[in-house]
């Protein structure tokens, strides 16, 4: 994977960030367990939504998960001081909210991302809820426009056309970028394939520029 924050050429105004701090990435990605953490985590929330235990087990899981809570609540840390989502080295920047997905190209011609929609990201009868799937989109267009030089920049639409059933645990493809850009307005798009190329979604948005103080 490229490193997130190189960039040959910044556009002028780069580092105006409106009223967003600036936060770097974590060059050790959490430290040599993180990954390990979020990654088992995850596997807990595929587990959580698709298992059916008896009353026991489930109050032994609470128990766990009520333990595994009480030892991670010290060290809570401001916004830009915990590794997730600055891990960039990780599925998902190593954020529980991303999809777990690996960056695959970022310059300034675009953003190519791959990976699985997982069983907690089930909607009905088996494919994605259609919420993930914008979920997916808006951070790739933030990437987008982080990797084609356009300072911080938050989404004004997202539009995005479902073609076909996204289906769960099956390696895909999202890719996009920069169409076209307005003075403040980075107009982005992208789409979602199957690594054949058969076109599952597809979308566009409307990133932008925030003035100074804007958060
Ligand atoms: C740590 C290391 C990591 C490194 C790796 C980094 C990777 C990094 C990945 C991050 C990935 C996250 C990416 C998430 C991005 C979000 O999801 S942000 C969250 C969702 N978005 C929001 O909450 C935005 C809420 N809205 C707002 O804050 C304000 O509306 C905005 C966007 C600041 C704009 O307000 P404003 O400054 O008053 O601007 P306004 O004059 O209304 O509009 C400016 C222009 O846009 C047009 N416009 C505005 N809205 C619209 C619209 N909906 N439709 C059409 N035109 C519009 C206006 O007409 C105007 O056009 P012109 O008149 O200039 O031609």
């Known amino acids: 994977m490229q490193v997130m924050t190189e960039h040959t050429e910044r556009d002028g105004d780069y580092e105006h960030h409106g009223g967003f701090p600036v936060y770097a990435a974590d060059p050790d990605n959490g430290g040599p367990h993180f990954g390990r953490l979020v990654e088992a985590l995850r596997t807990v929330q595929d587990l959580a939504v698709s298992t059916a235990p008896p009353p026991e087990v489930i109050a032994q899981a609470a128990e766990q998960a009520e333990a595994l809570a009480a030892l991670l609540a010290p060290y809570t840390a401001p916004e830009g001081h915990y590794p997730a989502g600055r891990s960039v080295g990780l599925p998902g920047r190593g954020s529980l909210l991303m ?68 289906p769960l645990e099956t390696p895909l493809v999202v890719e996009g970028r920069v169409d076209r850009v307005d003075g403040r307005k980075t107009f982005v798009s992208a789409r979602l394939t199957e690594p054949d190329g058969t076109l599952l979604a597809d979308a566009e948005a409307l990133m932008i520029v925030l003035l100074p103080g804007q958060p």
């Open 99 to 166: 999809l777990p997905w690996t960056v695959e190209k970022f310059d300034r011609t675009g953003v190519r991302s791959t990976g699985v929609f997982r069983r907690y990201h089930m909607g009905g009868n088996g494919a994605a809820h259609g919420g993930v799937l914008p979920l997916l989109f808006d951070d790739l267009f933030g990437m987008i426009t982080h990797a084609a030089g356009r300072p911080i920049s938050r989404t004004g639409y997202l539009h995005v056309n479902y073609r076909k059933i996204t």
